[in-house]
């Protein structure tokens, strides 16, 4: 198997290229061309001696996901690209372009494993892992293009990074390092479905990045109808482990809390979630569900949501509803590459 070159930190590229053959100074330069000048053609690399192109022509491989489709939402805030894999693979990654710089969210799974009721990622079961090599690439994917810098990183589109836990670790320690992405660890945020012992897991890495926890709703009962692979889990227990990630990194982590009129977003709903949380440290993202019609499951009015916000506050709770930045160019979880397949 050639050497694939993309997705390596610059010791592990100076470990290659000197067991090559090739002075260690070279791998810094390679390095330079992929992920500051986005030169990918080996060819092209001038400052390269030709044999060491030669070389790489013959011995490694540049192996990266081509962008198949691109839409931009109307009000030009969100965008989204289907990706296409070595193996023919299809991914979503979506860029939001906020203010203070782009937030980019990426995949981690082709399909994912979980069956939430609300999302279109899971329907067909999970494909595969992406590598860390993959993640890294719907990242640059955009990075290329972009006029402004990359400002966070969400792992938040299709897949549960926490059953990919190795290569997810992985891309988080590319994505921050100073050759490569140079994204600081508080900018990233990993969201997951609550899977407790890697939560735990992760908690003993120490790393200040920012976990985000999928609630969707205040008991056990409700949040095993909408999110199925809560049974293995009691809801108690994925908010033990969330005050453990606090109590351990530092780091304040956020409630997902998505609203489905009639399902979880009632005011006694709002209460039995206050009382679940306690007095911990947390913020709740409430996001009113998008997309769903043909399950028929709807947002609530914007009343009942005021309703359910002013209950969180009221107990002192830090709360903020989603925007739906890109709802009509379907930015939630695999629409797009569902309407892609559908098309061809
Ligand atoms: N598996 C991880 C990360 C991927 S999903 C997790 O569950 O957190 C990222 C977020 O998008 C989750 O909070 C998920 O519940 C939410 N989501 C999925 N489909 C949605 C939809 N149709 N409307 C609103 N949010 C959705």
């Known amino acids: 198997m050639p050497f694939n070159v993309w997705g390596h930190t610059l010791p592990e590229m100076e470990e290659w290229i000197v067991s090559k053959g090739f002075p260690?100074?070279?791998?810094?330069?390679?390095?330079?061309?992929?992920?500051?000048?986005?030169?990918?053609?080996?060819?092209e690399m001038k400052q390269l001696p030709?044999?060491?192109?030669?070389?790489?022509?013959?011995?490694?491989?540049?192996?990266?996901?081509t962008i198949m489709s691109s839409i931009k939402s109307n009000d030009q805030d969100t965008t989204k690209i289907l990706l296409k894999l070595s193996d023919g693979s299809l991914i979503e990654t979506v860029c939001m372009h906020h203010v203070y710089g782009n937030s980019i969210c990426i995949s981690t799974q082709v399909g994912c494993a979980m069956g939430c009721i609300f999302c279109a990622s899971?329907?067909?079961?999970?494909?595969?892992?992406?590598?860390?090599?993959?993640?890294?690439?719907?990242?640059?994917?955009?990075?290329?293009?972009?006029?402004?810098?990359?400002?966070?990183?969400?792992?938040?589109?299709?897949?549960?990074?926490?059953?990919?836990?190795?290569?997810v670790l992985r891309f988080i320690r590319l994505a921050n390092d100073p050759g490569l992405l140079n994204i600081s660890f508080r900018n990233i945020t990993l969201s997951t479905c609550g899977i407790v012992p890697q939560m735990?897991?992760?908690?003993?890495?120490?790393?200040?990045?920012?976990?985000?926890i999928s609630l969707h709703a205040p008991n056990d009962e409700i949040r095993h109808r909408i999110l199925p692979v809560s049974r293995q889990f009691k809801i108690e227990d994925v908010v033990k482990a969330a005050?453990?990630?606090?109590?351990?990194?530092?780091?304040?982590?956020?409630?997902?809390?998505?609203?489905?009129?009639?399902?979880?977003?009632?005011?006694?709903?709002?209460e039995e979630l206050c009382r679940l949380t306690g007095r911990m440290n947390c913020h709740f993202n409430l996001i009113p569900i998008n997309g769903?019609?043909?399950?028929?499951?709807?947002?609530?009015?914007?009343?009942e949501i005021r309703k359910f916000v002013s209950v969180l506050e009221k107990q002192g709770k830090s709360v903020t509803v989603r925007r739906q930045m890109g709802d009509e160019i379907q930015a939630a979880c695999g629409q797009l590459k569902r309407r892609y397949l559908e098309e061809q």
């Open 122 to 167: 899971t329907r067909n079961g999970l494909e595969r892992n992406l590598t860390a090599a993959e993640m890294l690439a719907e990242v640059y994917a955009f990075k290329e293009s972009l006029d402004a810098p990359i400002h966070s990183i969400v792992l938040m589109g299709s897949g549960e990074p926490l059953t990919n836990y190795e290569e």
């Open 243 to 270: 005050r453990y990630y606090f109590k351990t990194t530092g780091r304040r982590v956020t409630f997902e809390y998505i609203l489905i009129k009639g399902v979880n977003a009632s005011v006694e709903n709002a």
């Open 24 to 43: 260690k100074f070279r791998a810094k330069q390679l390095q330079d061309y992929l992920y500051r000048r986005y030169v990918y053609d080996f060819a």
């Open 292 to 303: 769903t019609e043909h399950i028929k499951l709807y947002p609530p009015d914007m009343n």
């Open 50 to 65: 030709g044999t060491m192109r030669d070389f790489l022509q013959k011995e490694a491989v540049l192996t990266k996901p």
């Open 200 to 212: 735990y897991r992760l908690a003993d890495e120490h790393l200040p990045i920012t976990l985000a």
